[in-house]
T-cell receptor
Framework: EDKVVQSPLSLVVHEGDTVTLNCSYE??????LLWYKQEKKAPTFLFML????IEKKSGRLSSILDKKELFSILNITATQTGDSAIYLC??????????FGTGTRLKVLA | NAGVTQTPKFQVLKTGQSMTLQCAQD?????MSWYRQDPGMGLRLIHY???????DQGEVPNGYNVSRSTTEDFPLRLLSAAPSQTSVYFC??????????FGSGTQLSVL
């Protein structure tokens, strides 16, 4: 059975810290790994990582994919209180099947 | 540029009542789905559809019905609400192998 496991489940840091969120996956047919940020409402898209795009960066956020070791990390540098959210890792097999991790809840203290 | 529109945002029901959560998308996506989100359990798939007239069950389908008469709309029906259905519900749509776009969510309480 395909699965996506995120760690840690929750994390509390202070503004300015750097955080690394982990996502490991066991799937039968890898196609892409997606990262979402969920604040109070709907998840919003951050990155999609595929075999042809194993590293993404946007401002203070960056993500890499290690297909050999079957994991991805989401890195946030110089954290701000606005980064407080649940971060979701999702695998897509290239069809309509999406497997969600349970998420990492990040709280950034001022 | 509406994206995925989901209504209502909040709903309180009594046990045994029925209701329909509405979901509409204007991106011509074939795939539409309903998830529920409970603390510590992540997003769980209730039902999904890969086109008009085609629906299938997800991980937690019991107590819910869906239909897909048009590409745009994918309503979720609670037939006889139970307290176990208290949750936050999200509608999502996407293309094949593409990212999902989510509605703003419905917070449902069943008393």
């Amino acid at each position: 059975e395909d699965k996506v496991v995120q760690s840690p489940l929750s994390l509390v840091v202070h503004e300015g810290d750097t955080v690394t969120l982990n996502c490991s996956y066991e799937v039968t047919n890898f196609r892409s790994l997606l990262w979402y940020k969920q604040e109070k409402k709907a998840p919003t898209f951050l990155f999609m990582l595929t075999s042809s795009g194993i590293e993404k960066k946007s401002g203070r956020l960056s993500s890499i994919l290690d297909k050999k070791e079957l994991f991805s990390i989401l890195n946030i540098t110089a954290t701000q209180t606005g980064d407080s959210a649940i971060y979701l890792c999702v695998h897509n097999s290239g069809t309509y099947k999406y497997i969600f991790g349970t998420g990492t809840r990040l709280k950034v203290l001022a | 540029n509406a994206g995925v529109t989901q209504t209502p945002k909040f709903q309180v029901l009594k046990t045994g009542q029925s209701m329909t959560l509405q979901c509409a998308q204007d991106m011509n996506h074939e795939y539409m789905s309903w998830y529920r989100q409970d603390p510590g359990m992540g997003l769980r798939l209730i039902h999904y559809s890969v086109g008009a007239g085609i629906t299938d069950q997800g991980e937690v389908p019991n107590g819910y019905n869906v239909s897909r008469s048009t590409t745009e709309d994918f309503p979720l029906r609670l037939l006889s609400a139970a307290p176990s259905q208290t949750s936050v519900y999200f509608c999502a749509s996407g293309g094949v192998g593409e990212k999902l776009f989510f509605g703003s969510g419905t917070q449902l309480s069943v008393l």
